[in-house]
């Protein structure tokens, strides 16, 4: 199996070599353990390899501190420049230019009326929307090896990977996500992934929209679902090109039992995920058993990184020590 080195120490230890090609790897935690570094160091060092890297920012974080702080600071540990583009999603309505929508919805309402078929406005509203809807995705410069898209919103997020859908909040208040029309194959990131010739795909991260918008419980299986569709199209390029795929997710806490800190996004993306690490502060034991990677890395400062799934090695059984300075994460 191909990897893409991280040249972060114990990360690299643990997976014999870097992050796998062919399959999705999560790396979780609590903020400001250094997973976005982590995140836009790999994306660099599959530049010095020749590889091309998809950076997909839900949270907006790499043009305002990201980007400016740490961009020189990489090139100067690894000694090559590296260039990026943005890349944005485009809408565009209809078939030919100058469509409206109410022209759409008449077209449909004269027609289903001709026909004697009894059709609610929503209905016919839903129809114009599947056959009005169409996206892709626009790049300011072609050639670089990094290709930033920032995609907030989760029905955005999801109209990248193939899926044109919709939210409502039924009266009950449960918010609720539906698809306007089947899913688009390939997807609008499927065909970035071929333009690019990326060797990877960042998501950082791929829980804040979901968090922003499923708040509550009553939300989960819209949350669940709208994660299954991210899952299988990055799944499906994971197969398909051989991409490593680099998911970065937050963390939810039991009110009970403090310690007791999971991925967000439960079971899905943790079948999804063949390879799950957890970033924690210095001091935080999750077995007395555990081997560690690198253990003349221990030091006050030092952070943790565990082995949370790996198909080699049992939960939390394999940890190492990992520092980040001026210069990156080691």
Request: neutral net charge; aromatic residues 6%; glycine residues 6%.
């Amino acid at each position: 199996m191909e990897r893409i080195r991280t040249e972060v120490e114990a990360l690299d230890i643990m997976t014999e070599g870097g992050l796998p090609r062919g399959t999705i790897t999560q790396v979780f935690g609590e903020k400001a353990l250094g997973k976005s570094i982590i995140s836009l160091q790999v994306a660099h060092r599959a530049a010095i390899e020749g590889c091309s890297a998809i950076i997909i920012d839900t949270e907006q974080s790499y043009t305002s501190y990201l980007l400016p702080y740490w961009k020189e600071r990489l090139e100067k540990r690894f000694s090559k420049e590296f260039k990026i583009s943005r890349a944005y999603l485009k809408h565009e309505q209809g078939k030919k230019k100058g469509i409206s929508r109410s022209q759409v919805v008449s077209a449909i309402a004269g027609t289903v009326k001709q026909l004697g078929l009894n059709t609610s406005e929503s209905e016919i509203g839903e129809i114009a929307n599947m056959l009005l809807s169409s996206v892709s995705v626009e790049v300011e410069e072609s050639g670089n090896s990094l290709i930033l898209i920032e995609v907030p919103d989760i029905t955005e997020l999801l109209a990248l990977h193939g899926f044109d859908c919709y939210i409502t909040v039924s009266e009950a208040g449960r918010v609720e996500i539906r698809l306007k029309k089947p899913p688009s194959i390939p997807s609008p990131l499927q065909d970035l992934v071929e333009r690019a010739g990326a060797s990877l795909i960042v998501y950082d991260s791929i829980s804040a929209p979901l968090k922003s918008v499923f708040a509550g419980t009553a939300d989960l299986p819209a949350r669940s679902s709208s994660l299954s569709m991210l899952l299988t199209t990055a799944q499906r390029l994971c197969s398909k090109y051989g991409l490593a795929v680099l998911a970065l997710s937050h963390v939810t806490i039991n009110p009970i039992q403090a310690w007791d800190r999971r991925p967000f996004g439960g079971v899905i993306l943790g079948h999804e995920a063949k390879f799950s690490f957890e970033l924690t502060k210095h001091g935080s034991k999750r077995s007395e058993d555990a081997e560690c990677v690198n253990p003349d890395k221990d030091d006050k400062k030092s952070r943790v990184i565990w082995a949370q799934r790996h198909p080699a090695i049992e939960d939390y059984s394999r940890f190492g020590y990992f520092s980040i300075d001026e210069l990156g994460v080691h």
